[in-house]
Each structure stands twice: as C-alpha cells, then as structure tokens.
C-alpha cells in the first residue's frame, strides 16, 4: 500500500517516490519493506518532490525517481552530497540514468541495496596542505540557510554556511573550519566563503530583497583591511554593504574589548553590520552586547529550551529589551516548529533561523524553497529537528 503526502513536511525515514510505472511501484514498496521502513510516500510531479528535498521541516530519508521523471531542480537537488537523502533512479527500458546518481533496475533487493549505499556520507581525513590545494582551487562552495521575519513570515536573509566538496568527498564546515584556523588559513577560508556566497546571492536572488551573512573568525575580523577586501568581493558580486551581515564566531575569546569596538565601528562605516552569533544561556559573552554589534543570534539549545524552561524565556527576554534600546535586531537559531516560534514569538524575537523554516540548501534551490515556504503555514507546523 503506497501513501500519498498530506502535508510538505516527511517523516523521518520516510521513501519519498516519484514515479507512474507500476513496475517501478511495487520494487520500491518493496525495498522499503526490506528496510524495515514505512511504505513510499508516492508524489506525482517533480516539483511536489523538489518542494519536500528543500523545504522546511524533515527531509525525505530516501528519494526514489523513475528515469525520465526528475526534473533538472530536482535532480540537481539529489546530487548535493549534503541534502540528507538518499537517492536512487530506477532504470526503465530506453532510459538513461542522468550522471552523477546512480542506477539500479526495478528490483527490491538491489533497491533497497543502493539506497542503503547512498545515506553514506562520503568525506576523509584532510590536512592543511589539502585545505590549502582545495581553496587554491576553488573547492570551497556554500549552503544557503534561510532566515525569515516573524512580523509577516517573509525572507529576508540567508546565512552562508561553507562546504568542502572534493574529488570523491564532501565535508561539512566542522570537518575543515577548525583545520583551517589551526594552519593559518582562516583568512583565505573567510574571503573564499564571502566571495562565493555573494556571487551565489547575486544570482539567485532574483531581484528579491535579500541579505547575506557568513561567519568570520575574531581574528580576521579585527583586521584593519578587512573591510577593504569585502567592499572589493561585494563590487565584484554587484551587492552593497548594508546587504551583508558578519557573525562574530565563538572560536575565539574576546580579550580586547576595546580592540573589538575599533573592529566594529571600521565595519560599520564601511556599511558592514556585525552579528555576535550563538548567544547561549549563562553566556560569558553577554556584556559584548553593549558594543556596536547591528544584532544578535541566540544559540539553538537555549532557543530549544524556550518552550518548557522559564528561565530560558526569560533570558531571551531580557535580551530582546537590550537589543531594543540599542536598536539591534535579535535573531532565534534551531527554530523547527509551532511550538518553538510561538516562544520566541511571544519574547519578541525579529528572525528565525532552523530546521522548521530551512535547511541548509544549494544556492540554486532557494526558489524552489521559496515557493515551499510559501505554501506551508510556520505556525501550523509539527516539524521535528533532522
């Protein structure tokens, strides 16, 4: 028996299919049985499918596509090595399998088999000679995570998070950031994150009114050229510095107050605005707030805990009214469902960031996304972390 979706948001585990050959049906029903697993979750078009790979909530564990049913969004969606999904094409008589995914007939055993093989993430050991050889060479690509407003659930900016993708590998930014701080090479990782995320903005934006953050070390941010480097990477992309946003890492103690001030107030003439990320419960950063920072993120675990802990709310209240009358915007990472938003709602929080509104998705789906987050209501959403 196949299940048709009710709602954008999978469960967990779930074998979403696209596909009409009955043949191609029955193998999947039964690989999924093989699997232990719920029955397919059976969508009609590819655009039903590419709604859930890059929507908000759960990802589809297992991605099953006829050949000749995927569309080109769709399947350039199923060949990012970081979308979570597994994802098979099922050959059919006279079909070649598009490049890049593998193929399998339609047979449960052999099915199930790939799909088992393709939930393998595929990375290895790096060294800093490697980093270095990957950033001279382009290597480093990025993910757009979505940030919307709660006022009117609009988009308003997205955060680029850095990927490493090598021949035969592909590492996510806790594999190789630390790597690259550790060999002097968090400069050159910074400027290569800043110029691919604007280039990708620049082109997928599609005229819409979106703006840009990414992660920058202390280190790098206390560099008296970096503002200059930045306006020369924004003038290349076509953006303006009021449409980007710095988040100050915690991988580095602030020692210097003073030393960081300076750092903010070149930036912000420059037209860069400052973000101090991961504020968390019982901070030791807190009193970084009274510097010019334009805004705040708060830490997943403390977002989390809003719900069901008092004296979480209570902080997020607390630091919503600092960032009032400092006129700071205050931004709640790890939101992923009703329950969370209405908390952080009901603190006065302006943006939401996590896995109910976005996961991290290739540049080129953002319009895939948009259109699935206009179509799902936040508020009514049940959806779970990934």
Not at 15 to 34: E, G, K, W, Y
């Amino acid at each position: 028996m196949l299940r048709r979706p009710r709602r954008a948001d999978p469960e967990p585990g779930i074998v979403l299919l696209v596909a009409s050959d009955p043949l191609v049906i029955a193998a999947t029903r039964d690989a999924a049985r093989r699997m232990a697993g719920p029955p397919p979750v059976l969508v009609t078009t590819a655009e039903e499918a590419l709604s859930q790979m890059v929507g908000p909530g759960n990802a589809p564990r297992h991605l099953v596509v006829e050949s000749g049913a995927g569309s080109s969004a769709l399947l350039s969606a199923a060949r990012d090595p970081f979308n979570g999904t597994g994802v098979v094409v099922v050959a059919r008589p006279g079909q070649t399998a598009p490049a890049g995914l593998p193929e399998v007939p339609p047979e449960a055993a052999q099915l199930a088999a790939a799909l088992a093989r393709g939930q393998a993430r595929r990375s290895h050991p790096s060294d800093a000679a490697a980093l270095a050889e990957g950033l001279a060479k382009g290597e480093i690509t990025v993910r757009f995570q979505p940030m919307v407003r709660l006022a009117d659930r609009r988009l308003v900016m997205v955060e680029a998070l850095a990927r490493w993708e090598r021949p035969g590998a592909a590492l996510g930014a806790n594999a190789f950031v630390p790597l690259a701080e550790r060999a002097g090479l968090a400069g050159l990782l910074t400027l290569a994150v800043a110029r691919r995320a604007m280039q990708e903005l620049a082109a997928h934006r599609a005229g819409r009114h979106i703006r840009l953050s990414f992660n920058v070390p202390l280190p790098e941010l206390l560099r008296p050229d970096l503002p200059v480097r930045l306006l020369r990477l924004a003038a290349e992309a076509g953006l303006a510095p009021a449409e980007m946003l710095l988040e100050l890492t915690e991988s580095t103690e602030v020692r210097d107050r003073a030393l960081l001030r300076r750092a903010l107030l070149r930036l912000g003439r420059a037209g860069f605005g400052v973000l101090l990320d991961d504020l968390a419960l019982d901070d030791g950063r807190r009193d970084l707030l009274d510097l010019p920072f334009a805004g705040v993120k708060l830490d997943r675990k403390l977002v989390l805990a809003m719900p069901h802990e008092r004296r979480a709310r209570a902080e997020v209240e607390r630091v919503v009214r600092h960032a009032r009358r400092r006129g700071m915007v205050v931004i709640a990472e790890g939101v992923t469902d009703s329950h969370v938003w209405r908390a952080i709602a009901a603190a006065g929080c302006d943006l939401a960031q996590g896995f109910g509104v976005g996961r991290p998705l290739p540049p080129a789906a953002l319009p895939a996304w948009i259109a699935a987050w206009t179509a799902a209501a936040m508020p009514d959403r049940q959806g779970q972390a990934a």
